[in-house]
């Protein structure tokens, strides 16, 4: 399974930063995950104002972030 790792950081002080994670519901493939994902970056995007999306990839449900 896949998920949306998006890497955030806070609007007011932008050397603050981390990664949050989507876990997609459905097995998709690695190409799918890329086309489908801009929908999800979006509404987490609206629902955290205070931060901003600086990049995302899609990545394996359990896989570290690095």
């Given at each position: 399974m896949l998920a949306i790792v998006i890497s955030v950081c806070l609007v007011t002080d932008p050397s603050i930063c981390?990664?949050?994670r989507i876990p997609l519901a459905i097995n998709v493939s690695?190409?799918?995950c890329a086309k489908s994902a801009a929908p999800y970056v979006a509404q987490?995007?609206?629902e955290h104002?205070?931060?901003r999306?600086?990049?995302w990839r899609?990545?394996?449900a359990d896989e570290k972030d690095i």
């Open positions: 981390r990664n949050e690695p190409n799918q987490w995007n609206g104002p205070d931060w999306v600086v990049r899609c990545a394996g």
